[in-house]
């Protein structure tokens, strides 16, 4: 398999989140309210799944094994492309949970936020996922020998089985943290030797 084989296999859980939020917009355009749990656990797909696991492992690996080859000028522009539109994805969700934070306290005027932010990830995730598919994911693996593209897929592989750890080491972090508990001696690597 192609190192960016599991990335593609990715976009498709993806797209269908996409599909299931386009339906949601709708129901909130007819309802004039929403579902804040609902926006929660798209918010936890975006970042966990689409923005630090998938994401991750295109800036993370792909993207810098690439910096290291003499890309062609199309390539490189591709490149620097995909990875501002990953920060406008990570910008628009980030805005997307404080308008469901106002929401939830009552500001109804937040509804057309989150309906604007749900609009631009319906409108960005399609046109993206179209441009690593067709134009860039195939081409650039030229840049690689077979064993390089067998390292990327060991090295992806790896990067998916700290992600869980990642999250959860996180969530308790933050308690730790909210609640005075965290303290230097409790951090460690030990995710990183996994």
Partial sequence: MLP?????????????MIDVLK???????EKKEVNPVFIENVVDFIRLYADQTHHGKEE????????????????ERIMNELIQ????SRKTTGELVEANKKYVHGEK??????????????????????????HFFIPIMKYFSKGDQ???LLEGRAFDRKMIHRKYNALVHDYETEREL????????WIDYM
């Fill in 182 to 189: 965290y303290s230097e001696k409790q951090k460690s690597d």
């Fill in 85 to 88: 539109e990953h920060v406008l």
């Fill in 4 to 16: 960016i084989g599991p990335l593609m296999v990715e976009h498709r859980l993806i797209e269908r």
């Fill in 23 to 29: 339906i949601e917009m709708k129901v909130i355009q």
């Fill in 60 to 75: 993370d690996i792909l993207f810098r094994e690439l910096k290291k080859k003499d890309l062609s000028s199309q390539h």
């Fill in 109 to 134: 005027e937040a509804l057309n936020i989150i309906l604007e932010k749900i609009n631009t990830l319906v409108n960005f995730y399609p046109k993206h996922i179209e441009k690593e598919d067709k």
């Fill in 150 to 152: 067998e390292e990327l």
